[in-house]
């Protein structure tokens, strides 16, 4: 059984070597969109992907971008990503990052890209309540940002439930985001999680083409 969930590769986790192949295969393999993280080093203690590297994979695909800003105050340099990225992209953004959030994600929707928040694992739902009525997709974060490889903080299953019970009502999808292992799409993707970022534990360095991963983690073959 295929089941109807997107997986977004996390390019951090991509061979740098041969980045262009990477994208290529990627994209033959069936991947649903390309996951950039951008860091600054002041929200998250590391540095990541830089706008020159998002702008690369953008043109060697026609699949969709998730660009993930883990930086502080991105209403101060959304411009440079909006002018960069296609209709339909998506942006994330921190709402503690920001003073004013809600404005930053107007700008994303009035360039025509897809607005989304990244919620991390200390932040409630409480706590971002209001932007959830704004945006259309809400990335949760189910290990804290910065780093990949890291362990799954069992809380965060208790803030999807409850995520879960109220997206229909305001109208967004919800998306997961870290230590992304078999178990956790077998249990939330028949819950309703729209989608899934896939790093080194599920898609990079498996030995197999890209193409034949996809479509045993669509079928739940693990």
């Known amino acids: ?10 390019m951090m986790s991509a061979d740098y070597s041969y980045l262009e ?72 953004i921190h709402p503690e990052a920001e003073y004013h959030a809600s404005t930053t994600l107007q700008k994303v929707i009035d360039a025509g890209m897809i607005p989304g928040i990244a919620v991390n ?11 959830l009525r704004i945006v259309k997709k809400v990335l949760v974060m189910s290990v804290n940002p910065g780093n990949a490889s890291q362990m799954y903080l069992p809380y965060v299953g208790k ?18 985001d870290g230590a992304c292992s078999a178990d956790k799409i077998m249990e939330y993707a028949p819950k309703g999680v729209k989608g899934f970022v896939l790093g080194t534990t599920l898609l990079f360095g498996k030995g197999k083409p890209y193409g034949e991963v996809l479509q045993n983690i669509r079928e739940l073959k693990f």
Do not use: Q
Not at 1 to 10: K, Q
Not at 121 to 131: A, F
Not at 159 to 175: H, P
């Open 159 to 176: 803030k999807i439930i409850k995520l879960l019970s109220m997206k229909e009502d305001m109208d967004f999808e919800i998306y997961w």
């Open 121 to 131: 694992p200390g932040t409630s739902v409480e706590m971002v309540m209001e932007m």
């Open 1 to 10: 059984m295929i089941m109807d969930f997107e997986l977004m590769a996390s």
């Open 21 to 92: 192949k990477e994208i290529m295969d990627l994209d033959a393999g069936g991947i649903d969109s390309f996951h950039i993280d951008i860091m600054d080093g002041r929200y998250v203690p590391n540095f990541a992907m830089s706008l020159n590297d998002m702008c690369c994979i953008a043109s060697l695909t026609t699949k969709p971008l998730d660009v993930h800003l883990m930086i502080e105050h991105p209403n101060n340099c959304i411009d440079l990503f909006l002018k960069k990225l296609r209709k339909g992209d998506t942006i994330y």
